[in-house]
């Protein structure tokens, strides 16, 4: 089935960095959402774009669309030690519907003070 | 606040003992999923409701089934549970089928099998 590529898997870094991560496909989304899962919870939405070129801020997070409807990415400034967990993207196919989201493989934050 | 609610958070259960998790929902969305996510991986799709219209995935085994009784809930039964159903399950709502709805997912309940 199709995949999404995430990068980086993982990532350490200290409290106050940026922190950037982003997603790539080899066929074009119609959509693309950014989710946050802390361990033992689900999926919180965190950013969703819907237009190629989209550029969505929430807080200290910023995420776009690509213009090549095949990648997109995620900043976060400033980091804090909340902002640890998991980040998944996750995109809607050309033509596709919202039953078939395509997930990332996840980018693991860890933030030291 | 309008939420997607998973009860119970965790759940335990025995080898072959048939299990039932509950999701209910308060956006008043009309697709329900249930995904299942192991360990460091991405959820996968299990299934969903798109109002009472039931939609299997290809590779969901069949010891995994579902019930939507109203709009507002949605169980997953597990017939006869494995070693390997251990996982986080995840219920998730969206307004709609098209493109561009985006899903929201509840807490996850976290099976383990004993």
């Known amino acids: 089935g199709q995949q999404l590529n995430q990068s980086p898997q993982s990532m350490f870094i200290q409290e106050g960095e940026d922190v950037s991560m982003n997603c790539t496909s080899s066929s074009i989304f119609n959509t693309w959402l950014w989710y946050k899962q802390d361990p033992g919870e689900g999926p919180v939405l965190l950013i969703a774009l819907y237009k190629a070129g989209e550029l969505t801020s929430n807080g200290r997070l910023t995420a776009q669309f690509g213009i090549t409807r095949k990648d997109s990415f995620l900043n976060i400034s400033a980091s804090i030690p909340s902002d640890v967990g998991i980040y998944f993207c996750a995109g809607q196919p050309l033509g596709g519907t919202a039953s078939k989201l395509t997930f990332g493989t996840g980018t693991r934050l860890q933030v030291t003070l | 606040d309008a939420m997607v609610i998973q009860n119970p958070r965790y759940q335990v259960t025995q080898f072959g003992k048939p299990v039932t998790l509950s999701c209910s929902q308060t956006?008043?969305?009309?697709?329900m999923y249930w995904y299942q996510q192991k360990s460091s991986q991405a959820p996968k799709l299990l299934f969903h409701?798109?109002?009472?219209?039931?939609?299997n995935e290809a590779d969901t085994p069949d010891n995994f089934q579902s019930r939507r009784p109203n709009t507002s809930f949605c169980f997953l039964d597990i017939r006869s549970p494995g070693l390997g159903d251990a996982a986080m399950y995840l219920c998730?709502?969206?307004?709609?089928?098209?493109?561009?709805?985006?899903?929201?997912f509840g807490p996850g309940t976290r099976l383990l099998v004993l």
């Open positions: 409701y798109y109002d009472k219209d039931f939609n």
């Open positions: 998730a709502t969206s307004r709609d089928r098209r493109g561009g709805e985006t899903q929201y």
């Open positions: 956006l008043n969305h009309n697709v």
